[in-house]
């Protein structure tokens, strides 16, 4: 689902306009009263919060521009495979909520933490793997 051409048109991509690309099989719905985010691996205090927790910590915002690595894959020769995106993979957004290193530090990572590995709701077919990417602790 590309972002028309006629969306891109301000700084900040319209949330209805924004691409959406799924990995793996979304959730329908997320019931945000049961919904939790757990920290856990090499931190001294595993966590849990909830949405409730999240509204209650100091808030950041931060606008980031976020792209497919496959945007423009229609336009390759040889053509390859996957999604065939055009020019509409790209949007930019205002993101608010706590910022990973306060989270983190609730968490107190331990000296053996080097990176931060994300994993969603999302859930895989059979067969196949979790969409998992990390970012590096420092």
Known sequence: ???????????????????????????ASIDVEKWELRITGGVRRPITLSFRDLATLPKASVINTIECAGNGRAFYRPRLGGVQWRKG???????????????????????????????????????????IRSIPLE
């Open 89 to 131: 993979a790209v949007g930019n957004a205002r993101f608010a909520g706590p910022r990973i290193r306060d989270l983190l530090r609730l968490a107190e990572p331990g000296p053996s933490a080097h990176h931060v590995a994300f994993g969603g709701l999302d859930t895989a077919p059979l067969g196949s793997e979790r969409f």
């Open 1 to 27: 689902m590309e972002s028309p051409m006629a969306a891109l048109t301000t700084w900040i991509t319209p949330t209805k306009s924004f691409f959406v690309r799924n990995n793996l099989i979304m959730p």
